[in-house]
């Protein structure tokens, strides 16, 4: 079992960047895929972006593509999400989440341990 605990989100203005961070326990880290999803206020929880154990395979959401950077450190056992040219419509709470076994998945059944969110809020 792994818990997750996110950090990093706040308020910023479009066009700014935030890095979230996710400190995840257990001596196992580097066996889970890791990844970040979103979910705004009315909507259903969306897929951001996942990293494979080695860190060699990165899918992202078309939305996000090219502006957010998924990365881990399996030393310090934790995984990170850089966001760029942030836009209001990323507002959202931004959730880590861990799968323990299989191949890199975008849907959210797909993994099992989850963090309790953080809010990323950008204003236009």
């Known amino acids: 079992q792994v818990q997750l605990v996110e950090s990093g989100g706040g308020l910023v203005q479009a066009g700014g960047s935030l890095r979230l961070s996710c400190a995840a326990s257990g001596r196992t880290f580097s066996a889970y895929i890791m990844g970040w999803f979103r979910q705004a206020p009315g909507k259903e929880r969306e897929f951001v972006a996942a990293?494979?154990?080695?860190?060699?395979?990165?899918p992202y959401a078309d939305s996000v593509k090219g502006r957010f950077t998924i990365s881990r450190d399996n030393a310090k056992n934790m995984v990170y999400l850089q966001m760029n040219s942030l836009k209001p419509e990323d507002t959202a709470v931004y959730y880590c989440?861990?799968?323990?076994?299989?191949?890199?998945?975008?849907?959210?059944?797909?993994?099992?341990?989850w963090g309790q969110g953080t809010q990323v809020t950008v204003s236009s």
């Open positions: 990293i494979s154990r080695t860190g060699g395979s990165t």
């Open positions: 989440a861990a799968r323990p076994s299989g191949v890199v998945v975008t849907t959210a059944s797909g993994y099992m341990y």
